[in-house]
T-cell receptor, first 113, second 114 residues
Framework: ETGVTQTPRHLVMGMTNKKSLKCEQH?????MYWYKQSAKKPLELMFV???????ENNSVPSRFSPECPNSSHLFLHLHTLQPEDSALYLC????????????FGPGTRLTVL | AQSVAQPEDQVNVAEGNPLTVKCTYS??????LFWYVQYPNRGLQFLLK??????LVKGSYGFEAEFNKSQTSFHLKKPSALVSDSALYFC????????????FGGGTRLMVKP
C-alpha cells in the first residue's frame, strides 16, 4: 500500500444528495491532490493543496468543493452532481508542492444516478 | 502547453516475451517524465521517473524506460513479461519548474497471456 487511504471506496448518490469523499495520507507529505479518472479519458487534475492552501484549481465546476483542514487530510464535498460526474476519484500526495513523485490512494468509485 | 500521447490503447504480449509500451511527449524546456501502473480496483502506483542524467531509467518490478530527446519519447520496456504485469499503464510529464501540473496520457492496457 502507498500510505494514502480513501473512504468510501464506493459511493452511489442521487443528483440532489450531498456527500463527501475523504482522503488521508500517513506519509508526512505537505501537498495533496484530487484527480478524476473517467472511462476513455486521461486522468484530470482537479485540485492541488500545498500546506493546506489551495494552489491549483483546474476549472472544476463549483458543485465540487475541496477542503484541506490539515496536511494529512483532504476532502471533496459533492452537491447537486450530474450523471457525467460518475468516475473514479483519486487522491494523491507528495512531499511538497511541485515535488516529483505523487503517491496515489485506491480511489473512490462514484456513481451519480 | 504540455501533452502526452500513448498511441496504443492495448498491447498484447505472450509471457516471457519482451514488452514495450510507447509514450511520446510535448513540452517546452526540460521534461520530468513518469510511468505509473494501475491494477484493477487500485490507485496508480509509481514505477519510475526520468529527471536528468542517464537516458535509461530502471524502476520497480523489472521495468525500465528510455528517454529519447530527439524523438521526444519515453517508452516503457521489460525484457520478459509476466502475466502479473497485466494492468493499465500511464505515462506522465511535468515541465521542469512547472509547479504541480502533471499531465497524464490516456493509458495503455497491457495484456500478458500465458
Amino acid at each position: 500500500e502507498t500510505g494514502v487511504t480513501q473512504t468510501p471506496r464506493h459511493l452511489v448518490m442521487g443528483m440532489t444528495n450531498k456527500k463527501s469523499l475523504k482522503c488521508e495520507q500517513h506519509l508526512g507529505h505537505n501537498a495533496m491532490y484530487w484527480y478524476k479518472q473517467s472511462a476513455k479519458k486521461p486522468l484530470e487534475l482537479m485540485f492541488v493543496y500545498s500546506l493546506e492552501e489551495r494552489v491549483e484549481n483546474n476549472s472544476v465546476p463549483s458543485r465540487f468543493s475541496p477542503e484541506c483542514p490539515n496536511s494529512s487530510h483532504l476532502f471533496l464535498h459533492l452537491h447537486t452532481l450530474q450523471p457525467e460526474d460518475s468516475a473514479l476519484y483519486l487522491c494523491a500526495s507528495s512531499p511538497r508542492s511541485g515535488a516529483d513523485t505523487q503517491y496515489f490512494g485506491p480511489g473512490t468509485r462514484l456513481t451519480v444516478l | 502547453a504540455q501533452s502526452v500521447a500513448q498511441p496504443e490503447d492495448q498491447v498484447n504480449v505472450a509471457e516471457g516475451n519482451p514488452l514495450t509500451v510507447k509514450c511520446t511527449y510535448s513540452v517546452s524546456g526540460n521534461p520530468y517524465l513518469f510511468w505509473y501502473v494501475q491494477y484493477p480496483n487500485r490507485g496508480l502506483q509509481f514505477l519510475l521517473k526520468y529527471i536528468t542524467g542517464d537516458n535509461l531509467v530502471k524502476g520497480s518490478y523489472g521495468f525500465e524506460a528510455e528517454f529519447n530527446k530527439s524523438q521526444t519519447s519515453f517508452h516503457l520496456k521489460k525484457p520478459s513479461a509476466l502475466v502479473s504485469d497485466s494492468a493499465l499503464y500511464f505515462c506522465a510529464v511535468r515541465k521542469n519548474n512547472a509547479g504541480n501540473m502533471l499531465t497524464f496520457g490516456g493509458g495503455t492496457r497491457l495484456m500478458v497471456k500465458p
